[in-house]
């Protein structure tokens, strides 16, 4: 278990991002991924300061505010064999990084994108964030008077292959959320309501504890089988949806919500905002597209990590250099 | 004066006495967008293939279409390849500049024009040749449709009968710079021969002007420094391209994307053993390279200032995390948006210390072709070596004209990856630390992931020598003064000076980059004009080597020439170097935007010398 743990948190006891850490550490190591196979990518916050304290045997690259998705890019366009999993905050995503957030969701880049959301800046201590509540109160009495972003209604429009919403408090479904999130090939989107509890976690905050657990309208509930459990999985046609992974797993949603269908895009807009309107919000996975195209193909990468080719497979023979100075001539 | 050209003709219709071989300066005018690339490239091309000495100056607006655009094509049997302020033959197509074009030539000054524009009326000091452009065209280009993309190539025909240029050189220059476009081929000949015909029936030489083959143009290629960086690029086996499009740095990406897709396709699988990625700023474009680079690869960027600018926050994380990158700055003309197609050296300072806190760049400053492609391949090897950024700062003179060069060649090095940690090292460090500088020279060894080495957490807050999070004073400070340390050592690795003069030490000249050439030419004007000889060094890169403070030590007074309002180099120099050093430096400086010539740099360091300025001809003895 050990280079799976990270070292000892600096966060604020009962911060929901140490509920996160704990449950990507739980994931990860339930489903057999070995730390030194994975990359950590943040930005800056307290949220994207988690992955030093999960996954210590893992290469971290803790970045610039709002600028993980860049960093992100050319680490996984590097070595496309790593695992890539990102953890931003709902400022670093929503507000200075929204430029990349919104241009790596149409890449489709393979990476795990952690949103730790507590509807305000926790580092900076307490301002809002632009996933903040219209109505929503700072300790100080500030109501917020500008309408939220939806990160994932936003993924899901540009182009993310898996979208999910989940609460750093539900450790059955987050830990059932991260592991399909990493049986897929793709971006996997999760937006996770985390706590503050320092700054946002009072009467009047729509991100607090208790709101969130009064509020939160789960799609279902997920199972997730991993590809190397070879069950039959028995499901009950019409109140379940059985969801094909890229690698073989299966994710099984108990819809609760009759119609609902994760593969289908308006379906899972449709779900958002009606939620958000009844100021509910939606967890569970609330999009999936198992086998869109994702930006190493795109790229038409060979299979090797291009950081890692030899001279000869990067750099052109003589008679390469000779031919282009003819053509000079 | 008579009002039409032709009469003109009539009345000045002798045989020039005195011939200027080789020596001219030739600028067309005309109009973005109205095909004129191809004639004006043909006409170099062709003067290029006669060995004679040849370069080539874009003037363009900052749009894409119907705005003023110049060619200065510079003849020099001598070698000089510096913009010369003087225009011996104009070429005027376009009639919103062709009076002020007129106006501003030296008297004895030839024009070709388009006749309706009834230029000759204007001044009765100038050679005046009148083309009837629209009739010629029409004449030889029967689709009235295609006629405005051939009547420049009429001018090419004219010229080659006036200045005696083989025309088989014309054909054959325009059958490399149209390929395999037969019909356009077919249509640009006819149009060339036509201006030839109509040169060879109705006008009569008086001008001075001739162009005599002087042996052929032998191995030597033709290219934009942009076209070479790339080619750099490629050899030096890059494999993370990110950059977003900004002139003028553009055409060094997409050149390499060209040459990256016709030859780093894995023969086997088909698959690219690159990656580029346009970016969706510049931002974003230096945070994939250093991820990149972060990861392994050999990542590059390339922009301008703006895109400069923008990337100043990632530059000091990867200035201070210590990651590789390398960062092509094709300098323009600032600030802000500035001048976007005019050229200069206006980014130096703020690239050299670019973000915040104490940071410090390694710089490389090519001057030639050669240069341009040798310095991108040392620049991936720097990056790697140092753990750093590194910049290479050439600029719109270098990277958008077509120079004249020797052959590049091919690298016979492997690429230097710097300090990557092995099992063997690690055995014989017995304990790693990311940033622990087990060596004295300020390097640290790195591990990457995915090879099997101990991970760490790269980070821009501060970090001890294990790489874990710190605060601690002496942590920071051990840090920074490691920094320091590489810097150090980067001294004596990067490219050094040159000494392009010996000279007798009184006056001494330093420069980098494009304005190289202008300083070249002016050495001669300062040594024939006032007999000087000054002794001129060269900069590559910075951080500067013992070789400057020396050079300085030799000289009595030094003159920094570059490109900016603020002398930017001079204010590198003023960081590290005493004060009796200082005081020996003087400013010579050039910025409007237009590239730097020899008149202007002799012109200052005549004053500087306390001697009387030549007059504008330049003939002056003291
Ligand atoms: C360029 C830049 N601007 C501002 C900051 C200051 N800053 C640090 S963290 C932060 C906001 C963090 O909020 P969020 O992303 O929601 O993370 P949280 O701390 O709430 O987990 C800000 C504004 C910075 N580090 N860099
Ligand atoms: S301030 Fe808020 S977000 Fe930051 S660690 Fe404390 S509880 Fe968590």
Known sequence: MQPYRGSKTTLCAGCGHNAISERVIHAFYEMGIEPSRVIKLSGIGCSSKSPAYFLGGSHGFNGVHGRMPSIGTGAVIANQQMIAVGTSGDGDTGAIGIGQFVHLMRRNLPIIYIIEDNGCYGLTKGQFSPTADVGSKL?????????????????????????????????????????????HRGTAMLDVISPCVTFNDHV??????????????????????????????????????????HDGSQLLLKKLEAEYDPTDRLEAMRILHETSRRGEFATGVIYVEPDKEDFIELLNLVDEPLATLPLERVRPPKAVLDEIMEELR | MSPTGVAVQDAAASQPARQ????????????NGSGSQTANMVLFRS???????????????????????????????????????????????????????????????????????????????????????????????????????????IYDGVLARLFDID???????????????????????????????????????????????????????????????????????????AWYPI?????????????????????ETGKATFAVVQAEDEVAAIGMTLGAGWAGARAMTSTSGPGISLMAEFTGLGYYAEVPAV???????????????????????????????????????????????????????????????????????????????????????????????????????GEWGRYRDVDGDGIAYRSLPGDGMPAYFCRGSGHDGDAGYSERADDYENNLNRLARKFETARSVVPGPVTEREGDGKVGVL??????????????????????????????????????????????????????????????????????????LRSVLHYGGLPIDARSITDAILAGEGHALAPANGDLKT
């Open chain 1, 139 to 183: 300790k100080t009495g500030v109501v917020n008077d500008l309408p939220p972003i939806d990160t994932c209604a936003l993924a899901i429009e540009l182009g993310a292959s898996f979208v999910a919403r989940s609460f750093s408090g539900d450790k059955k479904q987050l830990t059932a959320v991260l592991k399909a999130a990493l049986s």
């Open chain 1, 204 to 245: 009047g905050s729509t991100k607090s504890y208790a709101y969130a657990r009064d509020h939160d309208e789960p799609l279902g509930e997920i199972d997730f089988i991993p590809y190397f459990q070879d069950i039959d999985v028995e499901y009950e046609a019409g109140s379940s949806h059985l969801v094909k992974m």
């Open chain 2, 20 to 31: 200027i071989v080789n020596d001219f300066n030739i600028q067309v005018a005309t109009v």
């Open chain 2, 47 to 153: 003067i290029f293939q006669m060995g004679i000495p040849v370069s080539g100056k874009n003037l363009f607006p900052s749009n894409i279409a119907g705005l003023p655009t110049w060619y200065t094509i510079r003849t020099s049997k001598d070698g000089y390849v510096a913009r010369k302020r003087e225009i011996d033959v104009l070429v005027a197509m376009n009639n919103e500049t062709a009076r002020d074009d007129v106006m501003g030539l030296e008297p004895g000054a030839t024009v070709v024009y388009d006749e309706p524009m009834q230029l000759a009326a204007l001044r009765d000091d100038l050679i005046f040749y009148p083309v009837p452009f629209d009739k010629i065209v029409a004449q030889v280009c029967p689709d009235a449709k295609l006629r405005r993309l051939v009547r420049n190539m």
């Open chain 2, 167 to 241: 025309m088989a050189q014309v054909e054959t220059a325009l059958n490399k710079q149209l390929g395999r476009k037969v019909k356009a081929l077919a249509l640009n000949q006819a149009a060339m021969k036509g201006g030839y015909d109509y040169a060879t029936e109705h006008l009569t030489k008086q001008d001075p002007f001739v162009l005599e083959s002087m042996g052929g143009s032998g191995d030597k290629i033709l290219i934009d420094g942009n076209a070479a960086g790339a080619l750099g690029s490629l050899m030096a086996g890059v494999t993370v391209v």
């Open chain 2, 247 to 267: 002139t003028p740095s553009s055409s060094l990406c997409e050149t390499l994307i060209d040459y990256l897709r016709k030859y780093r396709i894995d023969k």
């Open chain 2, 327 to 429: 960062i092509f700055d094709v300098q323009r003309v600032g600030p802000s948006t500035g001048l976007p197609t005019r050229t200069a050296q206006g980014d130096i300072l703020s690239t050299a210390l670019l973000s915040h806190g104490d940071t410090k760049h390694l710089l490389l400053l090519p001057s030639s072709m050669a240069e341009c492609y040798s310095m991108a391949i040392e620049a991936f090897d720097l990056a790697e070596r140092f753990q750093t950024p590194v910049f290479v700062m050439s600029d719109l003179d270098l990277g958008m004209n077509a120079w004249v060069s020797e052959p590049f060649e091919c690298p016979t090095e492997p690429p230097d990856r710097g300090k990557l940690l092995d099992a063997e090292t690690l055995k014989r460090l």
């Open chain 2, 511 to 584: 420069a980098y980059g494009s304005t190289h050439w202008a300083v070249v030419e002016s050495c001669d004007q300062l040594a024939r004009e006032a007999a000087l000889a000054p002794r001129y060094l060269r900069l590559r890169a910075f951080p500067f080597t013992d070789e400057l403070t020396a050079f300085i030590d030799r000289c009595d007074r030094v003159y920094v020439v570059e490109q900016n309002r603020d002398a930017q180099m001079l204010s590198l120099m003023r960081m590290e170097m005493s004060p009796e050093r200082i005081a020996k």
